[in-house]
Structure formats: structure tokens, C-alpha cells
């Protein structure tokens, strides 16, 4: 193996939800702002961390399964949970502004864009409220919404179960086009006027914004469930496959790709002064990963697996929290666990050497499958997975999917 080059120190440690009514499971991604960091756990608590001790400032119970993470604008948290409550909480002493009932379960992040606030729910519709959460519109797109919305160039972009896109006019709540990317579709980055995801059946895509049309397409070895993460000429994104990989964003030729030993199932970091890419797997290990040419730096092991994004804040210090209930077959493990780490002021890049390696593995891009676009009209202004069999096997399938996009 790679000799890997010292890791971080662990400034703080807290355990969160041992117990709860959704289980002692965190999947969403922490966010960081003036020195507090806020996690969302499925037993529908959202914490305030204080980054310097890892103590809670506040705790705001929404009494159901909260799945995703919430966003910060503007002094206040907004978040969906999977009784379709949409909340707004003051960031100060998290008390609760207001309010949505959606029509059914909220489980993907919302988006704040020009003041307004879009959201999605398990149903298919997405919403258009304003700051004090009155309704201005919503849209059925038919199918199930669990990932989050993105917005760029006053139009809004969901991605849907059925693996379809969809171009919003976010003032009229009107479809623009849509387009077939593949067996479900999870959240676009926006890059150059190009969109780039990935796909339950393991693609990654990249199309232009305007109508829809294809630019690439490649393929991994399984679910592309995050977001990709654009730096230096190239898109980052891992896999359920267990690997990291590094894509031109114009050709989607494969720059490198890194193997850890479990799923990644969260958008990596980048750290662009340095660059370097972090990402937490399904193998209880944070690595380091050099992003020019895919070696690793040091790896950390948490207690469980890490299903979310790190981030960073101050001093050179990083944020994650691990999923919890440690080993799939140990449910009686504790719950989930927020790290602070301050990071290494010296780093070594790794060199291979002979036998088992995680160096990485450069493939050509396949050939470019073509997708189905469908134009819609232009929008009118208002007047104002399992190896068993059978019937089991599909079901075990169908939750592992539905799970999948409920992470997001």
C-alpha cells in the first residue's frame, strides 16, 4: 500500500442521537457560519455546535425524521422534514418563524434564490414561497422530487426519480424543457453554462443548460448519488463503487480515479488553495486525495460510516459527522458522532508502491449515448440495490433507491 503521510488531530468529539424516532442516523451534510455548525439528524433534531467545543448553543426539535440539510440565508435555517413540514428558525435561539405544510414528505434541501425560497416534495411538486412563507406558486411534475433544487441564470433545475431534469421559470412555475438522463437523477452542478449529475444506473452527464442537449456522458461502476464538485478544469464526484473520480469537464475523459473501500455517497470537498479533495465513504474513512493527480495524503477513521460532505471553518480546522449504528449487523452501536479535526500544516503526497495499491486508475471515456429532450412551450406571464429473487429482490431494490434519494 501507499505510505500515507501523518493525518489531523482531533480537537472535539460529540455524539448525537443515541435514540430517537427516526433512529440514530445523520446522512446530511453539517453547514458552517460564524463559528456555530448546524446537523440535522433523523430523529428530527437540528443541532447548533459551537465550533470551539463541540457544546450545542441550541437544539430545535421538529418532532419527525429530518433527512436532509437544511440551508442558511440571511439569519435564519430553512429545512424540510418527512411529514412535510417546511420550517424557518431564527439562528440566534432557534425558535421557529413560521411554517409550510407541503403535500406530502420534504426530504431534499431547499433552495434560497433572489430572496425566494423553492422547495420539493416527495410527490413531485416544488414550491415558490417568499421570505415570510407565503405560497407565490407550485408545480406537479408527476414524480417523486428527493434531491435538491438548483438555480442558476433565473432558471430552476430539479432532478426527479423517474430520471428525468427539469428546466423551471422560477417567477411563473413553469416547465421550460426536460430531458431523460437515465434511471433516476440526482442533483446538477452548474459550471460555464453547462449542468453536469449523475445517475442511479452509475452515469455521469454532462449537458448544456439551454435546452437540455448532451455534452458527455461516461460511466462508473455504480449510483453517482452527489453532486459533483467542479476545480481546475476538472468535475469530482464519487460513486456507490467505492470510488472517487476525477473528469475533464469538457471531454469527460478520466483524468484519475481512487479507490477507497465502501460507497461514497456524499459530494467530496475541495480545498482549492491547496488542492486537495476530501471525501468520506461508506468505509468509516475521511481521506485526503491529491486532486491533480488522485493520491492520497492521510486517511482519518471515524465510527461509523461518513454519508455526508465535510466543510471547513477557521484556524484549518474541518467539520463532518459519521452516519451511526457502527456495522450494518451492530444496530445496538451508538449514534452518529460529530468530528472537529484540525488539519495537517504539512502534507506528503503518498507514492505507490508494489502490490494491493490505491493509486489511480485511468479508463477512456465510453462512447455517448444519446438522451431524450422534450421542448416544452415557452412559459405565458400571468395576467397579475439486492441479489435476491423474485418479488423480494424488486423490493429490496425499490428501498435501497428511495433510501438513496432520500439522503440528498
Keep these: 500500500m501507499p505510505v500515507m503521510a501523518d493525518g489531523p488531530s482531533t480537537d472535539w468529539t460529540r455524539q448525537i442521537d443515541q435514540s430517537g424516532q427516526g433512529g440514530a442516523y445523520v446522512s446530511a451534510s453539517p453547514i458552517y457560519n460564524n463559528g456555530i455548525l448546524y446537523v440535522c439528524s433523523?430523529?428530527?433534531?437540528?443541532?447548533?455546535?459551537?465550533?470551539?467545543?463541540?457544546?450545542?448553543?441550541?437544539?430545535f426539535n421538529a418532532g419527525t425524521t429530518i433527512y436532509s440539510s437544511p440551508v442558511y440565508y440571511d439569519d435564519t435555517l430553512y429545512v424540510g422534514t418527512s411529514n412535510g413540514t417546511f420550517y424557518a428558525i431564527?439562528?440566534?435561539?432557534?425558535?421557529?418563524?413560521?411554517?409550510?405544510?407541503?403535500?406530502?414528505?420534504?426530504?431534499?434541501?431547499?433552495?434560497?434564490?433572489?430572496?425566494?425560497?423553492?422547495?420539493?416534495?416527495?410527490?413531485?411538486?416544488?414550491y415558490a414561497l417568499d421570505s415570510n412563507g407565503h405560497e407565490y406558486w407550485n408545480l406537479s411534475l408527476g414524480t417523486g422530487v428527493f434531491t435538491s433544487l438548483v438555480g442558476y441564470d433565473n432558471v430552476l433545475y430539479a432532478t426527479l426519480m423517474d430520471g428525468r431534469l427539469v428546466a423551471i421559470d422560477p417567477n411563473e412555475g413553469?416547465?421550460?424543457?426536460?430531458?431523460?438522463?437515465?434511471?433516476?437523477?440526482?442533483?446538477?452542478?452548474?459550471?460555464?453554462?453547462?449542468?453536469?449529475?449523475?445517475?442511479?444506473?452509475?452515469?455521469?452527464?454532462?449537458?448544456?443548460?439551454y435546452q437540455g442537449g448532451v455534452n458527455w456522458k461516461n460511466q462508473t461502476g455504480g449510483a453517482v448519488s452527489s453532486k459533483p464538485v467542479y476545480f481546475d478544469g476538472n468535475i469530482y464526484v464519487g460513486s456507490w463503487d467505492g470510488y472517487m473520480y476525477a473528469m475533464n469537464v469538457t471531454t469527460g475523459k478520466m483524468a484519475w480515479k481512487f479507490a477507497t473501500g465502501g460507497p461514497i455517497k456524499a459530494s467530496p470537498?475541495?480545498?482549492?488553495?491547496n488542492g486537495i479533495v476530501y471525501v468520506g465513504s461508506g468505509d468509516y474513512y475521511l481521506y485526503a486525495v491529491d486532486a491533480r493527480f488522485g493520491l492520497p495524503y492521510w486517511k482519518f477513521k471515524a465510527d461509523s460510516p461518513i454519508y455526508s460532505t465535510p466543510v471547513m471553518g477557521g484556524n484549518n480546522k474541518m467539520y463532518f459527522s459519521s452516519y451511526g449504528g457502527g456495522p450494518i449487523s451492530d444496530t445496538s452501536s451508538g449514534g452518529p458522532t460529530v468530528y472537529a479535526l484540525t488539519l495537517p500544516d504539512t502534507l506528503v503526497m503518498a507514492t505507490p508502491t508494489s502490490g494491493p495499491?490505491?493509486?489511480?486508475?485511468?479508463?477512456?471515456?465510453?462512447?455517448?449515448?444519446?438522451?431524450?429532450t422534450t421542448l416544452m412551450p415557452s412559459p405565458t406571464p400571468s395576467s397579475s440495490w439486492c441479489p435476491l429473487p423474485g418479488l423480494l429482490g424488486a423490493s429490496i431494490l425499490g428501498i435501497v433507491a428511495l433510501a438513496s434519494y432520500r439522503r440528498r
Excluded: C
Design 42 to 59: 433523523y430523529s428530527g433534531i437540528i443541532y447548533a455546535i459551537q465550533y470551539t467545543n463541540g457544546v450545542p448553543q441550541w437544539k
Design 90 to 126: 431564527e439562528t440566534m435561539w432557534g425558535n421557529e418563524k413560521w411554517r409550510f405544510k407541503a403535500r406530502a414528505n420534504i426530504d431534499s434541501t431547499p433552495l434560497v434564490l433572489n430572496g425566494n425560497i423553492y422547495l420539493a416534495s416527495d410527490d413531485g411538486t416544488v
Design 174 to 209: 413553469k416547465v421550460i424543457w426536460t430531458v431523460t438522463v437515465g434511471d433516476g437523477a440526482y442533483s446538477p452542478l452548474m459550471y460555464n453554462d453547462n449542468l453536469y449529475l449523475g445517475t442511479h444506473d452509475g452515469y455521469i452527464v454532462s449537458l448544456e443548460h
Design 269 to 273: 470537498f475541495i480545498d482549492k488553495a
Design 357 to 372: 495499491s490505491i493509486a489511480p486508475t485511468v479508463t477512456a471515456a465510453p462512447t455517448e449515448a444519446p438522451l431524450q
